[in-house]
């Protein structure tokens, strides 16, 4: 029987997700305040906020695919390739 934390996540990989998603609507609230303290408009800080949200969102996910993992990940990743192979 495997250990039972032995393919599960931790914490902070299951929250980085997470933190992606508030970053960028930290950035989207942000613009869209100045977007309407500007302009007086709420409709046009509300469009330029959704896109805000969804540009920075995808950015900051190729930015983290762009990361290159290091030896702690390596060897994780390893160990899931070769726990794969044993077909468990």
């Known amino acids: ?13 299951r ?19 100045v ?4 302009t007086r408009q709420v409709t046009l800080a509300l469009v330029f906020a959704g896109i805000t949200f969804i540009v920075s969102l ?11 993992p290091d030896a702690a990940e390596k060897i994780d990743l390893t160990e899931q390739d070769h726990q794969s192979d044993s077909g468990h």
């Open 58 to 68: 995808v950015v900051i996910a190729m930015l983290a695919l762009a990361v290159k």
């Open 1 to 13: 029987m495997n250990a039972p934390n032995s393919n599960r996540p931790s914490r902070r990989d």
């Open 15 to 33: 929250l980085r997700p997470f933190e992606y998603v508030v970053i960028s609507a930290v950035i989207a609230v942000f613009i869209g305040f």
């Open 35 to 38: 977007v309407v303290l500007s």
